[in-house]
């Protein structure tokens, strides 16, 4: 056998450093095969190996056997002939190969010149990839096409095709679309998962500026779905907890960044803090726990992933975050002269995550050594020993951001939180950092310090603290007195608002605080109106006891109420954007287009203050000046007659709590406004309260209900006749009845309204769905439907903002109730309102919508034919309910229901046409064309289910559909005039086929 040509020197396949001496071995063992010998151990090797291996190994010879063939030029080419006893694949399959530009060439030599590692051989696929771009490859895109968003490294968002950006600047590679500049989510998600340190920190710091723009407004109906939410479907969080674990300083700088940027928002905590010290007479003040909205669910079984996409902190805090951020704040600050930069946003992630529930909050609290070392390392006990002036002065400084989290989790931890921060001293540092010399020093530094020291006093901490430190307080009151006039900066209002709060702890300082309120509601009286001015005034109001010097000038100062229209929330008319995820809830502070909630530019803190001020004095005369400026009535007027908007909103609260007083202020006095437009904004603001307040809602609740109208025992004609177990509470319903309401409000979410929309039918559906559940029915709750009833007929506008169609789904469940409608008092109320109600609302019932509470409107109506044949006796107005969904512009659905399954309750439909609240025509036309439901209308002709006699109205319907089916030319019709021709009724044949 002739030995196989032996040109070749190096395996084309086998790499390594033993390549070589293999290949040999591999070359002297074919040298010793015969032909068939080869050809026997090739097929042999092909039946072991995949059909995607076997071409993976021929693609790879090929490709760089091309590549050698490319870089010499053999001598004799008819020497270079393989061997033709032995199949060579890469020879059957070899295409002419390209010689290698002059670039690859001298970047082979300097290669071999220089012996750079893994550049011995060139692969020619992979120079692929150092081909210059060819532009008109970028395929174009119609204006309103979507296309994949791609970010320039500083987290904008890149146009699809931008010439102006060169190819050097590092935003152009060989993806998806090497034409376009930028990189995509999922391309920046892989990069940050690179071997390489230096692609992962621009990955992460890219990824945390695009959230940043994104929690701005930049991308709000840009890009869907939203970065925060793409990123959050792609387990953001599991990755960037997972890069907190790098030791390397870099890559852990830019997962905090991250981290930061997807959980924390600064404009929102700054919002929260200009609301920090408002209280309200009713209700409190409340900070919001942002927890997601999870059904009842075992979070224990769930893995890491699924738990991220329904709550992102209990995730991470799984993930034992809190520990591992506890260990970086403690060994690597430890390391710096002065708290690194990241550091601040270490401490954000935490305050974010104190913020999601009082539970967790407490496990912030608790976990080991972390509030020591955020108090060792940033909140020194001597003031020589804190970061430079010019730091401090910032609110991003480590100091200002770690007494920001103390206080976080003191308002959400409670008691415990503030006994644990007392025992590491932090009393020592507060009173180290809000001395004369650190005011001056540190604007934000002393506000912060103030605002912890005020709300650990709220929590039980111990009033020496105050009192130990009298004269240095009483020091800067002076200072504060002499020198600080409401005209000037809003932090320094700030600083002076601290200021008063702690000191409103101690006794001896009720007289300056006093001065402070007169010289300061005196200057407010010729002054602009600003946030910080009126919040200084209304902090100090609420923190004496006396407040006769308390000065009214300002109520003439016709700049007072000027902005209350272009400042307020439920008139803005603007929409909360929909840019984060379900398992990440924010408070919404910043709208669509970056736009920051209005309410925050205004001053209803002030207006809500002493609006509830003046009612709890009864001061009279100022209530009735402040509802009759024009200014506020012109805001009443359009909050009457206009729809309201961001009423979920948290910030909306300061608004509602003014709304309320003016309603409780508006009983007490005349004003230029007729009642009904103070009735109705309480209308509206009942079911807007957040669930948090249920004391306001109680409140506005027994001011709704206090109408002189309400006179159930004249409208029910019949109370006397209801034998009443417990006289004398039944007779306290009659006299309030917002008590039978009360019961139905509770403590809930800051999110959800207090009551829903429909709170007026809360009684009966709580008596139906006990008498479903129990089978139990009380004279209490007949006499509460009597009341509901009696609500229906005295106070229609109560139900102006409901839906005709969730109106009705409520009113049927009377009907549901056994027979109950029989009830006396009952029928003489359901009489005076059913016909009404579908007289005027007929045409606008919509039994396909959604309707909240209904799973399925045809199962409700299928109950409710049920419900008739079983309890109705003939009713005209259950008749009439029953009537109303199978009208000609209803589903045929509701039809079917009626004239087949439940064809036995037709007879006792006793109706006459003309005792209809509304035209016969709505069940007449258009006719009818479903077959079936034209054989249901015949076969109960035929059997006389329906006649004239005894249901004359449901005989109509059936007849007029019937002949005007009959008389049509298809072959149905013709086909049923043949078989009517059979019925013995030869008077009903006569009919039905219009002989007479």
Known sequence: ATA??????????????????????????????TQEEILQEKAHLE???????????????????????????????????????IPSPAVDEIQEAVSPSPEVSN????????????????????????????????????????????????????????????????????????????????????????????????????????????????????????????????????????????SAV??????????????????????????FSWRCEVGGYLVPEMLPKVDEVDMSSLKDHELAQIDCVSAAVRSQILVRLSYILGF????????????????????????????????????????????????????????SRESLNSLTSPTVKALHLFRVLVEYGGRPVADRLQQLKIVDRLLCYTTQKSRMASLWLSIESFRLWKTLLDNGLPLETVNGNAYDLACQLRYVFSNHDISGSELSSELAAGLVGVSSYGEEFEPILIMLLEKWSTQLGTSNITWGNTKLIATTLACVKDSSSFKLDWINNPKIFRDIISSSNVLSGLQAASRDPEALPSLSAVLEEGKVVPVLSSCFHFYSTVI?????????????????????????????????????????????????????????????????????????LLPAIPGDCPELAKSVLKMLLSDNRLNIAGLSQGMTSLKLEDTGKNSCLLDNVSVIYDEFISPGSWNQPVLP????????????????????????????????LTLEVTLPELFVDLSPTLRFSRLVLIYLCDTLHLDENVKILLQKMIPKFLKEFHKCLNFSSDIPGVNSFPDLFTALCEGFCANSYGDDGFAMVLMAPIAQRHDKYYRKILWSEHAGALRYIRLRP???????????????????????????????TVKKEFSPLMYLIALQHSVAFLQGESDLSRKMRERIHLVNDKELVEKLLGET
């Open 47 to 85: 039946s072991l190996l995949s059909p995607e291996l076997i071409e993976f190994i021929k693609a790879k010879k090929s490709a760089s056997q091309k590549f050698r063939n490319s870089l010499k030029t053999p001598v004799n080419p008819s020497a270079s002939n393989p061997d033709p006893r």
């Open 332 to 387: 690597y600050t430890r390391k710096e002269k002065s708290p690194p930069e990241w550091s601040v946003a270490a401490l954000e992630i935490l305050t974010r995550i104190s913020r999601h529930s009082r539970i967790i909050a407490l496990n912030v609290a608790s976990t080991p050594n972390l509030l020591s070392i955020i108090m060792k390392h940033f909140l020194p006990l001597e003031e020589d020993a804190l970061p």
């Open 914 to 944: 003309e005792a209809l609240p509304f035209p016969v025509d709505e069940y007449l036309f258009p006719e009818e064309e479903d077959c079936s439901l034209i054989e249901g209308y015949i076969t109960a002709l035929v059997r006389g």
């Open 250 to 275: 870099a890559v852990l700088t830019a997962s905090l960044q991250a981290l930061r940027s997807f959980l924390y928002s600064e404009t929102e905590e700054f919002c929260l803090d200009r609301c």
């Open 4 to 33: 196989p040509n032996t040109e070749e020197s190096k395996s084309l396949l086998v790499e390594g450093p033993l390549s070589s001496e293999i290949h040999k071995e591999n070359l002297e063992k074919l040298n010793r095969m």
């Open 612 to 684: 509830n001020h003046f009612s709890k004095h009864c001061m009279l005369d100022e209530l009735k000046a402040i509802l009759n400026n024009p200014d506020v009535m012109e805001y009443l007027k359009r909050a009457n007659s206009c729809s309201w908007s961001l009423v979920n909103n948290w910030f909306t609260r300061l608004e509602l709590y003014f709304l309320a007083g003016v309603v409780e202020a508006s009983q007490n006095v005349s004003t230029e406004l007729p009642p009904e437009v103070y009735r109705r904004i309480a209308i509206k």
């Open 107 to 246: 970047l082979l030599e300097e290669a071999s010149t220089h012996q750079w590692l893994n550049m011995s051989t060139l692969e020619s696929p992979k120079l692929e990839w150092m081909k210059d771009l060819e532009p008109d490859k970028c395929p174009q895109v119609s204006e309103n096409e979507p296309y994949t968003a791609r970010f320039s490294f500083e987290g904008e968002l890149l146009p699809y095709n931008d010439p102006s950006i060169s190819m050097d600047r590092g935003l152009h590679h060989h993806g998806e679309d090497p034409s376009r500049p930028g990189y995509s989510i999922p391309e920046l998600l892989q990069l940050s998962r690179s071997s390489q340190q230096q692609q992962r920190c621009v990955a992460l710091t890219t990824i945390s500026k695009i959230l940043d723009k994104t929690r701005n407004g930049w991308y709000d109906k840009a890009l869907e779905p939203a970065p925060l939410i793409a990123l959050n479907s792609k387990n953001i969080l599991l990755l960037l907890r997972f890069s907190l674990d790098d």
């Open 757 to 788: 929309r429909d709170w007026v039918y809360l009684p009966l559906v709580a008596s139906y769905t006990r008498h479903k559940e129990e089978s139990k029915w009380t004279e209490e709750d007949t006499l509460r439907i009597v009341i509901l």
